[in-house]
């Protein structure tokens, strides 16, 4: 066996598995019938989606480093919250101001992974919206002047940042 087919085998494994932690964190079912049944999916699709060459073998390095992005994941869980909590107060309480404004960001990523990984934070934060990425300038949408304080101040993109590999 080659050092090829080895790689082959290492990234159709992974695939495999991450198919199977998807599937059972979304179905929340674990009775041998439906266990048997995901698990022959997952087959199937694995097959297919290698014999379909959809499996990418020769990947570029990752680069955002996975014990980083953990804890940039929790602080964005919780500013997707504050955030929640804001809209809300300005859709049940007319009196405070919703204000749409577009703004163009700076984006500090040194690679276009973590420029688009900023970029999707900042839409799922409600209250703002990324339109466009285009070299490291982003084009935001936001529902009130809050979401763009918020982003002025730069936190979110500097957490990306540490993420990224060095």
């Given at each position: 066996m080659t050092m090829s087919d080895k790689i082959k085998y290492l990234h159709l494994s992974g695939f495999i598995i991450s198919q199977a932690i998807l599937w059972l964190l979304l179905s929340g079912h674990y009775t041998p019938l439906l266990l048997g049944l995901g698990s022959l999916s997952i087959l199937l699709v694995?097959?297919?989606?290698?014999?379909?060459?959809?499996?990418?073998?020769?990947?570029p390095e990752i680069i955002l480093q996975f014990l980083k992005f953990i804890p940039y994941c929790f602080w964005l869980l919780v500013e997707i919250l504050k955030s929640n909590i804001?809209?809300?107060?300005?859709?049940?309480?007319?009196?405070?101001?919703?204000?749409?404004?577009?703004?163009?960001?700076?984006?500090?990523?040194?690679?276009?992974?973590?420029?688009?990984?900023?970029?999707?934070?900042?839409?799922?934060?409600?209250?703002?919206?990324?339109?466009?990425?285009?070299?490291?300038?982003?084009e935001v949408h936001s529902l009130s002047d809050a979401g763009i304080e918020g982003l002025e101040t730069d936190e979110m993109n500097k957490r990306v940042k540490e993420a990224e590999k060095e």
């Open positions: 694995a097959i297919i989606s290698s014999r379909m060459n959809l499996i990418a073998y020769h990947q804001d809209v809300c107060k300005r859709i049940l309480n007319p009196a405070l101001p919703i204000k749409p404004s577009l703004i163009t960001i700076k984006a500090s990523q040194r690679s276009e992974v973590a420029t688009v990984a900023f970029a999707n934070s900042i839409t799922l934060t409600p209250g703002t919206i990324s339109i466009d990425v285009n070299d490291n300038m982003i």
